[in-house]
């Protein structure tokens, strides 16, 4: 049976750190419409950040732009949620999945983003074209 979406938000954020937490605060308020336990809201937070954070620092590189984000709730308890910035691309999605591995040239990034947010997920893609952006796309079920 082919699950239905319940309902939908779409919002455009200024890629700066301080909205990170506006973010979090959006989607995971729009994610509580399903009822998710305390830990299952706890690694939305935690997807989000790592995600938010990314654009800052490794599409935009501190320098500016726009984070859009779509989320979707869904009638089999799940939410969909895209992430999407239009920076510099990732060059190797397979070498940045790899933890550890950073972009930084200072190195003080710890490399775990992308893996992290993979690891939460229940579904994970991330699509990206070099000097066009990145979309990263995520499923996680409630109650599973």
Avoid: W
């Amino acid at each position: 049976m082919k699950t239905k979406r319940i309902n939908k938000i779409e919002i455009k954020i200024p890629a700066l750190s301080k909205n990170e937490s506006l973010a979090r605060q959006i989607v995971c308020s729009f994610a509580s419409q399903l009822d998710p336990t305390v830990e299952e809201i706890g690694d939305l937070r935690v997807i989000i950040s790592e995600a938010v954070t990314n654009c800052v620092v490794h599409a935009y590189r501190l320098s500016g732009g726009y984070i859009y984000i779509s989320a979707g709730l869904y009638d089999n308890n799940s939410i969909k949620i895209r992430i999407r910035d239009t920076g510099c691309g990732i060059e190797d999605i397979e070498k940045c999945m790899q933890p550890f591995f950073t972009t930084d040239p200072a190195g003080e990034r710890g490399g775990m983003g992308l893996p992290i947010m993979k690891e939460l997920s229940d579904k994970f893609k991330v699509v990206s074209t070099p000097g066009k952006g990145t979309t990263v796309t995520l499923c996680k079920k409630f109650g599973a």
